[in-house]
């Protein structure tokens, strides 16, 4: 087992903490979640500082584990090799990178449903609902169905109308306001690193008992996010692109200090 480095120590320690320090703010009646995690741009929730303090909540006790669990393993190694300054660095522009993915494509999933609810609230009508459903694409669909089926009963009832746009301002929030949390993105950073270093070391995945090389268990892997990710699979609230996205970020990083290894900021 190899010691644990500085910058790995540091960000074990504030991963642990935060979970800690969230788990009791929950017990008390106050959710960090809806403060610290990662919203949609055009959230209400959304603020700037979520692009680093997402990367420091997770959903449970597994969620955690794996994750610093993966930081320890590759991250020990890479810091050792890069030294602390530019290990650090490259976990937060991974991080970075990662979240920037994940808010370009959820800005090009959201965009379309975002339209037909402002064409809906602009003039309300059967239409304008059955094109909102046709942009949920999985999410939240059965409630807009039920709103639909609720519809004929408006007529001129402005009560009731106002009642469905309330409902359907409920469902557009609740799908565009899923948080995304978890140090996930810029740990697939340091696996990417880890291949393009040591890439015919033989990782030994949990419950399978083969080693596989290292670059091919990035590709693998990379290419499984990319499944999942474009399928976009009902119920699964796994964030592919931003894995993805870290894969992306750390390996423009690698590929720019190969070019120019030299950096006197890492160097001191």
Avoid at 6 to 27: E, H, S
Avoid at 62 to 68: I, K, Q, R
Wanted: glycine share 8%; aromatic share 18%.
């Amino acid at each position: 087992m190899p010691q644990l480095t500085r910058g790995a120590k540091f960000l074990l320690i504030a991963n642990i903490a935060m979970f800690v320090l969230t788990w009791l703010c929950q017990f008390m009646g106050f959710d960090l979640t809806n403060y610290l995690a990662l919203f949609f741009v055009k959230s209400e929730y959304f603020r700037p500082y979520q692009y680093v303090s997402y990367m420091f909540m997770h959903s449970g006790v597994f969620h955690l584990f794996f994750n610093m669990y993966a930081l320890f393993l590759f991250g020990v190694v890479l810091e050792r090799v890069w030294g602390t300054k530019r290990f650090v660095f490259y976990y937060f522009v991974t991080g970075l990178g990662a979240a920037v993915v994940n808010t370009v494509v959820n800005y090009y999933q959201f965009a379309p449903l975002l339209q037909a609810y402002h064409d809906f609230m602009a003039s309300p009508s059967a239409n304008g609902l059955e094109a909102i459903a046709q942009k949920c694409d999985g999410f939240n669909l059965a409630a807009v169905y039920e709103i639909i089926e609720h519809w004929s009963q408006v007529q001129n009832d402005v009560d009731t109308l106002d009642n469905i746009r309330s409902q359907i301002t409920s469902v557009v929030t609740s799908v565009t306001s899923a948080p995304m949390i978890g140090a996930s993105g810029a740990v697939f950073g340091l696996l990417l690193a880890f291949a393009m270093m040591f890439p015919d070391l033989k990782l030994q995945i949990i419950f399978i008992p083969i080693g596989i090389k290292a670059k091919y268990f990035v590709l693998i892997y990379g290419l499984l996010e990319l499944f999942f990710g474009v399928n976009n699979f009902s119920g699964d609230n796994v964030a592919h692109w931003a894995h993805l996205g870290g894969l992306l970020a750390g390996l423009i990083l690698m590929l720019i200090w190969r070019k120019y290894p030299s950096n006197n900021f890492f160097n001191t």
